[in-house]
């Protein structure tokens, strides 16, 4: 059964920091890429960032450029996404995807940054 588990979303403060794990299981973790996601209240799904099977090349939306890193860890089957320097606009669930020959999905964890 595939799952991909999302974590570590909470309320923070503006400037702050959090760390989002998704664990996944089910599939050949280390033959997939992997994306973060995130949507908020009224607005599209975007991409916030991804990174190849391999872990060499990552990519990021333009408005967490800087700010953002994906990382991942094969031996362990898990993806990460360190945010720095949130924003109120930062604010969203996020989630964990997939990607190669089938897409899989996470169920999503809230991020709230707000004073």
């Known amino acids: 059964q595939v799952q991909l588990v999302e974590s570590g979303g909470g309320l923070v403060q503006p400037g702050g920091s959090l760390r989002l794990s998704c664990a996944a299981s089910g599939f050949t973790f280390s033959s997939y890429g992997m994306r973060w996601y995130r949507q908020a209240p009224g607005k599209e799904r975007e991409l916030v960032a991804r990174i190849s099977s391999g872990g060499r090349t990552t990519n990021y939306a333009d408005s967490v450029k800087g700010r953002f890193t994906i990382s991942r860890d094969n031996a362990k089957n898990m993806v990460y996404l360190q945010m720095n320097s949130l924003k109120p606009e930062d604010t969203a669930v996020y989630y964990c995807?997939?990607?190669?020959?089938?897409?899989?999905w996470g169920q999503g964890t809230q991020v709230t940054v707000s004073s």
């Open positions: 995807n997939a990607w190669s020959v089938y897409v899989y």
